[in-house]
């Protein structure tokens, strides 16, 4: 008797496009969502144009999700205009065992964690590339502000890291907020709640794109066969 032919596995971008599709059934019809950034948050935004008369908008954590979501017809509110949402959908450089992340590979972590706060959830969508045992081979963004980048760059010498400023055509990327971004290399964070607090404290600090104390609830995660679900709470 001949055996079923095998069922291909799905590539990085197949994963990125059901994870996206899957993240709609965390969304409830009303909702003014949280949306992060990133090509697989964009895979997400894509899925939601689908339902787009069936919510009330988005939050969104960046000018660049901010420019699709617009252009696909969602309704974008400001952060200020609202007190609380019920979930937040990002994705993640990489994402641990506990839900812990390290976030800001598109360099919008600083409105990432701000939109992640105000939200009562945070489902992470990912492929299977970015699960960890623990965080720290993927370079560790933090924005700073511009005056302050050497002496951060020193800060995290004396911890193991090398860190550099990051470069967009030939000079210093500025992100949304006017800002820089620096990224370590180098490091292992074994207490990602303890280094988050640490480091978020140092003068010029903006934001540490290790995301502990707003951890992901959910993590739908692409594998080669399919969406498995990760829950941490
Ligand atoms: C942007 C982010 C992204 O969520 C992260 O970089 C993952 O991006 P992608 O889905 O493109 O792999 O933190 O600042």
Redesign the pocket.
């Known amino acids: 008797m001949n055996s079923p032919p095998p069922v291909p596995a799905l590539s990085q971008e197949e994963q990125?496009v059901q994870v996206g599709r899957a993240a709609i059934a965390h969304v409830a019809k009303g909702d003014i969502v949280g949306v992060?950034?990133?090509?697989?948050?964009?895979k997400f935004i894509d899925a939601l144009a689908t339902i787009k008369d069936d919510i009330r908008g988005a939050v969104s954590?960046?000018v660049a999700s901010t420019e699709r979501l617009r252009a696909l017809g969602i309704p974008v509110f400001d952060s200020n205009e609202v007190e609380e949402l019920a979930v937040y959908i990002?994705?993640?450089?990489e994402i641990d065992g506990r839900g812990y992340?390290?976030?800001?590979?598109?360099?919008?972590?600083t409105r990432?964690k701000i939109v992640a706060a105000q939200s009562r959830r945070f489902i992470c969508?990912?492929?299977a590339s970015?699960r960890v045992n623990t965080l720290g081979a993927f370079p560790l963004?933090v924005e700073v502000i511009p005056m302050a980048a050497r002496r951060v760059i020193r800060q995290f010498a004396r911890l193991g890291g090398m860190a550099q400023v990051r470069e967009k055509d030939g000079a210093a990327l500025v992100t949304d907020n006017g800002q820089h971004i620096i990224d370590v290399t180098g490091l292992r964070i074994t207490d990602p709640l303890g280094f988050e607090s640490e480091v978020n404290q140092w003068p010029g600090v903006v934001t540490v794109?290790v995301f502990a104390h707003q951890r992901a609830n959910l993590c739908l995660l692409g594998t080669p066969s399919g969406v498995q679900t990760l829950r941490f709470d």
């Open positions: 990125k992060g950034t990133g090509s697989t948050v964009n954590s960046s990002d994705g993640a450089d992340m390290i976030k800001g590979g598109g360099a919008a972590l990432e969508i990912a492929d970015k963004p794109g």
